[in-house]
């Protein structure tokens, strides 16, 4: 049997298991969970004991630890940088949770550090290499809706009085944001152009749990207009004002529409209208992987490693699409639109001999 990669967690909070869940199960033919380490002691035992994690150690045992070959960073989004930067300083892979960082500087330096170490960058939003979006793909490669030409994603959670959302997860835009932008980035090319409207509606807010009354340091609720290379234009709207969790993505083509239900999975279902008829479409196994659970952007940068090439969900994807959530708010303070630099690859589905690969079949 060929050698899998050795594989550390960093950060064993609310998101671990989701990926342990699949990491040790149906994702794990390339990939081996050998450590795991958390500031919170305890919490990184309780993990490894639930997933048979064979070794629990310090954050800073794992980075030094010749046995991994790549670190997965479940840390929380404002210390992404730092803690993303170590490894990659270490000598490690890295595939770290959304976004990059919170700031393209801080972006730059990590795909810089990289390069210049030799190491990978791979991460999530990985959701748009699932069933769902595959199947939407090829819809749309067989014009099942026409030629596209406008779509619309709603991004929206019910955390307005909720400090620790605004503070740690940065916002919906920030927090949910590449999960849609990535996948529209899939379907329609790379981002050219951004416009916003993100102002800071509600600037002191009072925290439901501890009653104390905090400041935004960003807006809420964003409006995006966004520019494709393919043509395609798109409405984004992510906000934590409204009441709850409403996710949707739709595309408006020249015979139809398809409306898939929520991006921040792997397999949902998909619905083309169209003036024959209308079809709901099951993102069953038969469309690509579609368990629920994180996991399948590290199984698939095993893969890339082993092949010497590039994983999908790159850091430069990431990048990319880190640079068009941020020109949201730059639009909006500058009253203009803004035009985004980076490109990334034309998308290229996983094969059925890659996924087999993936999953060990």
């Known amino acids: 049997m060929t050698q899998r990669l050795r594989v550390g967690i960093l950060g064993c909070g609310v998101i671990a298991p989701a990926y342990l869940k699949n990491l040790t199960g149906d994702l794990s033919a390339l990939v081996d969970i050998s450590a795991c380490a958390d500031l919170d002691h305890k919490l990184a035992q309780k993990l490894a004991e639930a997933h048979e994690i064979k070794k629990v150690l310090g954050a800073e045992a794992l980075l030094a630890d010749p046995d991994i070959d790549l670190v997965i960073n479940l840390t929380p989004a404002p210390v992404h940088f730092k803690t993303s930067l170590q490894i990659l300083n270490s000598g490690k892979h890295l595939f770290t949770e959304k976004p990059l960082s919170l700031s393209l500087a801080e972006a730059r330096e990590l795909l810089d550090t990289a390069e210049r170490n030799g190491v990978q960058i791979g991460g999530a ?51 949910l944001g590449p999960y849609y932008f990535t996948a529209m980035v899939m379907l329609f090319g790379s981002v050219t152009r951004v416009s916003g409207i993100a102002d800071i509606r509600f600037p002191e807010k009072v925290d439901k749990s501890s009653g104390e009354t905090f400041t935004l340091d960003r807006a809420s609720t964003a409006i995006a207009s966004v520019s494709f290379e ?36 792997y397999g949902e279902s998909i619905r083309v209208e169209t003036y024959a008829e209308t079809r709901k479409i099951s993102a069953s196994s038969d469309h690509g992987y579609t368990s629920k659970g994180r996991g399948l952007g590290v199984a698939e940068m095993a893969l890339a490693l082993r092949e010497g090439r590039t994983p999908r969900s790159s850091g430069a994807l990431m990048y990319h699409v880190l640079e068009a959530m941020l020109a949201v708010y730059e639009s909006s303070n500058s009253g203009s639109h803004v035009k985004i630099e980076s490109r990334v690859p034309a998308f290229e589905p996983l094969s059925e001999s890659e996924l087999n690969s993936i999953l060990g079949k």
Do not use: Q
Not at 236 to 258: C, L, T
């Open 125 to 175: 939003a990985d959701t748009f290499l699932g069933g769902s979006f595959h199947h939407c793909s090829k819809l749309i490669a067989e014009e099942a809706i026409g030629f596209p030409v406008v779509a619309h994603a709603l991004i929206s959670v019910g955390t307005y009085d909720s400090k620790r959302y605004h503070k740690v997860f940065s916002g919906a835009l920030l927090d």
């Open 230 to 265: 393919s043509g395609v234009v798109a409405t984004v709207i992510a906000s934590e004002d409204v009441h709850g969790y409403f996710p949707s993505v739709e595309v408006f083509g020249r015979k139809g529409r398809m409306a898939l239900s929520d991006a921040n999975m």
